[in-house]
């Protein structure tokens, strides 16, 4: 029984999906962050209790400090950055830290996570080798 326990186990890790390649998600980001949660302000509800991602957060972010993109003034201000975790195999809580890549709405300025497992999915180290090296035209200086 504890065989096949640790079967299922190691075939549900070895199944997990790798982060997506920067050189995908870069086109995609307007802002990156090294940042931490402050508050999880919403979760929604979990409409697939068997599936493997978890429900949409709205969070408050703590801006340490700002590596590629701009802050709006409100922001600068504040140090905060309110963003929309989607649903994704990933939890947030407060007391998070990391990069966080974020999407930005050119019409509401909203600010979305990219990225499948959210700040763990790339070093900050790999975030500015890949800069550097692919220098994206949506994250110039």
Same mark, same amino acid.
Request: net charge negative; glycine share 6%; hydrophobic share 40%.
């Given at each position: 029984m504890l065989a096949a326990a640790k079967i299922t186990l190691a075939l549900e890790v070895?199944? !997990?999906k790798p982060p997506e390649p920067l050189e995908e998600i870069f086109p995609l980001t307007s802002l990156i962050l090294d940042?931490?949660?402050?508050?999880? *302000?919403? #979760?929604?509800?979990?409409?697939?209790?068997? &599936?493997?991602?978890?429900?949409?957060?709205?969070? +408050?972010?703590?801006v340490k400090r700002v590596l590629r993109g701009r802050l709006t003034d409100a922001e600068k201000k504040a140090g905060? +950055? +309110? !963003?929309? *975790?989607?649903k994704a195999p990933f939890t947030l809580k407060q007391g998070v830290k990391g990069p966080y890549l974020l999407a930005v709405? !050119? *019409?509401t300025g909203e600010? #979305?996570?990219? &990225?499948?497992?959210?700040p763990d999915?790339? #070093?900050?180290e790999k975030i500015e080798l890949k800069l550097r090296e692919l220098k994206p035209a949506s994250l110039a200086q």
């Open positions: 070895s199944m !997990a940042a931490e949660v402050r508050e999880v *302000k919403v #979760t929604d509800p979990d409409d697939d209790p068997q &599936g493997h991602d978890v429900p949409r957060q709205v969070v +408050v972010l703590t905060e +950055v +309110v !963003a929309i *975790k989607p709405d !050119a *019409k600010r #979305t996570i990219l &990225g499948r497992y959210g999915s790339w #070093t900050f």
